[in-house]
């Protein structure tokens, strides 16, 4: 689960724990995008509503099993979190440069001037709660609409697609998933694959790709995910035929 600690969430953690709270769910984790920020004020508020709270974290990084970007969820931190802490905040400075370079690009693909320092402006007026936030697709989409420079978030995609076309040296790609997975070993935490069935996989065996993360260092898969009973399962029994850990996540952004 995400609170608005995240760069693509809403919604306060005691209200996310409240909600926990009501559910009955005995035992939880918000897994902000690539920092803890949210970890002391959920903390206190579990243990004063009596859920116990477990330190997470999600990072993104490229992933050499599939060769796209995965997410990898730290649980059960925090013991050094050092290296945790500075590889989301590489993650989170290519995000504001690859954002920055987008908006620079605008003028060359015809598009609407945009100024980077007007967008953060507005990032830290909408979500004073979250100083660090870094820049996002979701954000930059309300930003247009709030400046008329789009009509609908469709359009404002439109923008967005047209102008990364017009990035005069590319974007720079994430780092290896690998280090993000060593580093939640090193602070002693559980790194899980998250939505392993969101991947595009090819034509590549799901037990195959497994096996690469399990050779990548993971300790087990959020299996337990999303709305498709058949894919749960599915997830579920290569986590098993591979004696890797199952986690279950929602992976909620707002309440």
């Known amino acids: 689960n995400h609170s608005y ?19 009955g769910i005995r035992a939880f984790a918000y897994t902000e995008h690539h ?5 002391e004020l959920a903390r206190r508020y579990a243990e004063k509503i009596g859920v ?12 050499p099993v599939t060769g796209g970007s995965i997410d990898v969820l730290g649980y059960f931190l925090p013991g050094d979190v050092e290296a945790v802490l500075a590889f989301g905040q590489e993650v989170t400075d290519i995000d504001n440069l690859n954002y920055r370079k987008l908006i620079g690009a605008f003028p060359r693909a015809g598009l609407p001037a945009m ?15 979250a100083p660090n ?14 400046n008329a420079l789009a009509a609908s978030s469709s359009e404002a995609l ?52 497994a096996a690469g993360w399990k050779a990548l260092g993971v300790h087990g898969l959020e299996a337990l995910y999303g709305p498709n009973p058949e894919k749960r399962v599915l997830w579920s029994r290569v986590a098993d035929s ?4 199952i986690s279950s996540g929602s992976d909620c952004h707002h309440v």
């Open 5 to 23: 600690f995240s760069f693509d969430a809403e919604g306060a953690p005691e209200a996310g724990l409240d909600r926990v709270k009501a559910l």
């Open 35 to 39: 920092h803890l920020h949210s970890l």
């Open 52 to 63: 116990e709270y477990i330190a997470g974290v999600e990072l993104t990084g490229e992933d």
């Open 115 to 129: 100024e980077w320092d007007a967008y953060l402006q507005y990032l830290r007026t909408t979500y004073p709660h």
């Open 133 to 146: 936030r870094s820049a996002d697709k979701q954000s930059l989409v309300a930003y247009l609409l709030k």
């Open 158 to 209: 439109g923008l967005l697609a047209t102008a990364k076309n017009f990035v005069a040296d590319g974007m720079v790609g994430y780092p290896s998933i690998e280090r993000a997975i060593a580093a939640i070993r090193w602070a002693k935490g559980l790194a899980m694959v998250a939505h392993p069935m969101k991947y595009a996989l090819g034509e590549r065996p799901p037990e195959r790709v």
């Open 242 to 245: 591979l004696d890797l850990c």
